[in-house]
Each structure stands twice: as C-alpha cells, then as structure tokens.
C-alpha cells in the first residue's frame, strides 16, 4: 500500500496544481511541510526511498513523488517555476 500512497499524492498534486500553497517563492523544506500539512495521510516518513528506489536515500519516498510532480508541473504548467536559487520554487496563479 505504501507506494501506492505516493502515486496517490503525486497524482493529487498534479491535479491541484500546489493550489493550496499561496503565490510566491518557497524552499523545498517549506513545501514538503505544506505538503505534509495538506496530506499527511499520504506522507509516509517510515516508507523511504531506499526501500523503493535502487540507489535510493534514507528520505522519505512521498518527497521523491513531491519533487517529481514539482518538475512535471514545470514543463507543463505556469503555476510552478524554478526560484532564484537551487531547491526554491515558485508558485504564481494563473
């Protein structure tokens, strides 16, 4: 059940957008609060990464599926940009 989880929240993030996070610029800890904060039934912090992925780390895995939705939503949305520097983003309404 555990991936499942972070396919879940991944899915729900693309869906939202990060709407739920107000216009501005975060770092990648802020966004994984308000991540948590918003889902945290999805936020599994015992599921890591190195249990899922083959050169995983010792982080939870719903961040891995965070900061993927975070660089779909790049490509593919106005709402989410890269910020002024490595590991900040951008969240602007459309």
Partial sequence: MR?????VLYRFLIECEFRFIPDGE???SDIYRLVKTR?????DDTYLCSASCKG???QPEWKHGTRGALFRLKIYS???AR???RGHWCF???
């Fill in 56 to 58: 995983g780390h010792n």
């Fill in 26 to 28: 975060y770092t990648l």
């Fill in 78 to 80: 106005d709402r989410v």
């Fill in 39 to 43: 889902f945290p039934e999805l936020c």
């Fill in 3 to 7: 991936p499942e989880n972070v396919k």
């Fill in 92 to 94: 602007v309404s459309q």
């Fill in 83 to 85: 910020g002024s520097e």
